[in-house]
């Protein structure tokens, strides 16, 4: 079948005619007006040669007069790849000999450059691609442009968006020309522009129409000709756009903030990773007193914090709470959210429990305790909590009967209280506290970016300690510094796994961090012991470092150093000056110095029971998969416990689940930006926030390890693979303890989102190497081996 008519086409042949076609067919088939045309399909591309019989056939049954020829590839108009303008168009054809010219500079357009970058960043097989072509009868238009039935720049699912201009809507998609642009809300507007107000109703019932059917937000391309009459020219899904959150049914909107990027995640979880994650972070913040809804959206993790904004006690806290871990730009969101009147505070108090409303009086008196012991006694509080977490590495071993998936099953299943967890957290919150009260207190006397310098160079951080010891691993490495400088790092941690790499000491290594990686908190995701890739490529990164000052514990020293110097000063300063509130500074930085590197530590303790927990799934995963279940035994990160005991007990096959799933998490792979807050109508509440005054050549931040260094960028998006120089400015979206083993390269970290607080900034703060944190499309602005500036203390970047 070579050519066939547009009407016929339909979404089950996507493999024949391609996306745009298919889209145009079920259009038709809903009586929409759409340019009446034929698909040349993609077994003539296949063949290669152009039926020409068969296409003047059929353009003469059109009339013979001018069509316009468009690309439909078959990865195009997907809900997660629209290919806007990738591929050719050719408008206005006339005869035989343009038409099939036409026809053929379509086909050529599937291997164009931009095509093929396109693919290649959506991981798109070139070799599996095929390309139809679409011939309509041409529009000529008085006006002509694009909806979109959700705004495509705030995410709102309850405004359309319109670009319109006059003539062809190529002028639109193309950017040739200044467009109109409305809105539509549901109000009734004025003519103004090109468009009437009879034309936006039109355009606003077309759309309401098509997204009901096609069940998602559609980007419809359309025209209004000289007879005023609307045609359709094309509907594929919005593939911008963040998912929903789930719906609720309540006339008001709720508000859920991104936790994901605290542990410092912007990547989908797995969905086993999910249940495990929603139960923890529920469960920490309820030994905190604060109750909150951990959802699901797009993989991530979002808290709806409603009822808090909502409660009039923990209204008035909210946005001071968020600064510790959640950072500027959660703060800024808050605000923004707070002052909106549909989040005025309830009569009737919080429905789900505010901060206050929940926290129980046993609750308030353990963490008082809990606090002020650890500061009272820090070397106490310190020894005892790492003995708590020796005794969870111990308890969360498997026993060694265990023998089929259903023993294992029930182990995971289990629910094993902990009573080691005021041991573990308090010491962490009072460090916490005391690092960050003295901004507060000592206003006026010392700027943020001294009281840094006083964070620098801290003790007792498991994972300062980790980098160290793969540091020492790095320069006791002798004679294999230039087969590990050599080696592709997966290469290397294949020859580690068989055992046929020389002993370098990475067996030790691993023996004690081997239960860490990246996203480690995802039980889906591999640990270092499993995958020790990444292991491999910092290895190679410190072997890079040939200056001995610029080794990282040469910089810890001197950044502990210049810690217990600025601290002496700055106590004494602040004494003179302000007698008691300069002692209480005093104190609780010291006792900062002593606690706040234990912030690692609760963390460090809870991976050692979701290693197990990972190893027993991934067992009855390839039990699953030598019953025929599961295609692979990693396959069950992608189902739920209870899909598990299904496949385990009743033999249910999960397999077509997996694979939708494993297709989703993919997508959201891919999604290069997540909301920082989102309502429940999709509102980006960032992207509504009043524009920051751009800069000329600098972007701003927040300033959250002080220095000033000027080096080259390297925007780094997988840490597993980085090649990281000496001297090299470090730019990421996120960072979380699996990346830190890059900072002891790096002469600089700049990140898009975070909390002075968080992994990355304490971590860099320990190094002595400026941060800045919080910058807007860093990744972005920013390209690697640009000349950049970091200005840690004012919290910018200067673009040279």
């Known amino acids: 079948m070579h050519v066939i008519a547009l009407s016929e086409a339909t979404t089950q042949m996507l493999d024949l005619v391609g996306g745009k076609a298919a889209g145009l067919g079920e259009l038709i088939r809903r009586g929409e007006r759409v340019p009446e045309g034929f698909c040349v399909t993609t077994e003539a591309h296949r063949l290669g040669i152009i039926p020409t019989a068969e296409v003047v056939a059929a353009y003469e049954r059109l009339g013979a007069g001018p069509v316009a020829v468009r690309s439909s590839a078959t990865a195009e108009d997907l809900p997660d790849a629209s290919f806007a303008g990738q591929q050719d168009t050719v408008l206005n054809v006339t005869g035989t000999a343009e038409l099939i010219a036409a026809i053929e500079t379509c086909w050529d357009s599937l291997h164009s450059d931009r095509a093929t970058a396109y693919r290649d960043a959506r991981q798109i097989d070139h070799q599996a691609v095929r390309m139809a072509v679409v011939v309509q009868r041409m529009i000529t238009p008085t006006v002509a442009g694009v909806l979109f039935t959700a705004n495509p720049l705030t995410g709102r699912r309850d405004e359309m968006a319109v670009d319109a201009a006059a003539g062809l809507g190529t002028t639109v998609v193309d950017g040739a020309a200044t467009v109109d642009h409305y809105i539509l809300d549901g109000v009734r507007r004025d003519d103004t522009g090109c468009l009437t107000s009879a034309h936006l109703a039109e355009l606003r019932a077309t759309g309401e129409r098509l997204q009901a059917h096609f069940g998602s937000p559609q980007d419809v391309e359309w025209a209004i000709d000289a007879d005023d009459v609307l045609w359709l020219l094309q509907s594929r899904p919005i593939t911008s756009l963040f998912p929903l959150p789930p719906r609720t049914g309540e006339p008001l909107p709720r508000v859920y903030l991104e936790f994901g990027h605290v542990q410092g995640m912007l990547q989908p979880v797995t969905p086993m990773g999910m249940s495990t994650l929603r139960t923890q972070i529920a469960a920490m913040l309820a030994a905190l007193g604060v109750r909150v809804d951990i959802v699901d959206i797009g993989g991530r993790l979002y808290g709806d914090l409603t009822d808090l904004a909502r409660d009039r006690s923990s209204r008035k806290r909210l946005v001071k709470l968020l600064a510790v871990d959640f950072g500027p730009r959660a703060q800024a969101v808050m605000q923004h959210v707070l002052a909106d009147p549909r989040f005025a505070p ?211 020293q001197r950044a502990a150093a210049t810690a217990e110097a600025s601290l002496a000063e700055l106590v004494t300063r602040a004494r003179r000056r302000r007698p008691v509130r300069g002692r209480i500074a005093g104190f609780l930085l010291r006792r900062a110095r002593s606690l706040a590197g234990l912030r690692e530590a609760g963390k460090f303790a809870g991976l050692y029971p979701l290693r197990e927990t990972r190893r027993q799934l991934l067992l009855i995963g390839a039990d699953l998969h030598e019953s025929g279940l599961l295609d692979q035994p990693d396959d069950i990160m992608f189902l739920t416990l209870d899909e598990v005991h299904a496949a385990v007990h009743q033999g249910v096959d999960p397999r077509g689940t997996v694979t939708a799933r494993r297709a989703v998490h993919r997508r959201e792979l891919r999604r290069p930006t997540v909301p920082v807050a989102l309502l429940s109508d999709g509102t980006d509440v960032e992207a509504v926030l009043p524009a920051r005054p751009a800069g000329d050549g600098t972007l701003a931040g927040v300033g959250a390890s002080a220095g000033r260094v000027t080096g080259p960028a390297r925007v780094v998006q997988d840490p597993g693979t980085a090649h990281i120089e000496p001297g090299d400015v470090l730019v990421a979206a996120t960072t979380d303890p699996g990346w830190t083993p890059l900072f002891l390269t790096a002469a600089a970290l700049v990140t898009e989102t975070g909390a002075i607080m968080a992994h990355g900034p304490t971590v860099a703060r320990e190094y002595g190497i400026p941060a800045v944190i919080c910058v807007p499309d860093a990744t972005r602005a920013i390209t690697t081996g640009q000349l950049v500036t970091v200005d840690g203390g004012a919290g910018t970047i200067t673009l040279h």
């Open 346 to 556: 309830t009569g009737g108090g919080a429905r789900r429990g505010g901060a206050a409303g929940a926290a129980s009086l046993r609750t308030a008196g353990r963490a008082v305790v809990g606090i002020l012991r650890a500061l009272a006694r820090p070397e106490a509080a310190r020894i005892h909590m790492f003995e708590a977490i020796e005794q969870m590495r111990v308890r969360s071993a498997a026993p060694a009967d265990l023998r089929t998936a259903a023993d294992r099953l029930r182990l995971v299943q289990a629910q094993d209280s902990d009573d080691s967890a005021d041991a573990i957290m308090w010491p962490i919150v009072a460090g916490m506290l005391a690092a960050a009260l003295p901004t507060a207190l000592l206003k006026g006397v010392a700027g943020p970016d001294e009281i840094h310098t006083v964070l620098g160079g801290i003790p007792h951080n498991v994972t300062i300690e980790m980098d160290l010891a793969l540091w020492r691993l790095a320069q006791d490495a002798g004679d294999h510094r230039q087969l590990l400088l050599d080696t592709p790092p997966a290469e290397l941690a294949a020859r580690h796994l068989r055992g046929t790499l020389p002993d370098i000491g990475m067996t030790t290594f691993l023996d004690v961090y081997g239960h860490r990686g990246v996203a480690e908190v995802d039980l889906g995701v591999p640990r270092w012991a499993e995958d020790p890739t990444p292991v491999f490529a910092a290895v190679a990164n410190y072997l890079r470092v040939t200056d001995p000052r610029q080794g990282p514990d040469q910089r810890f």
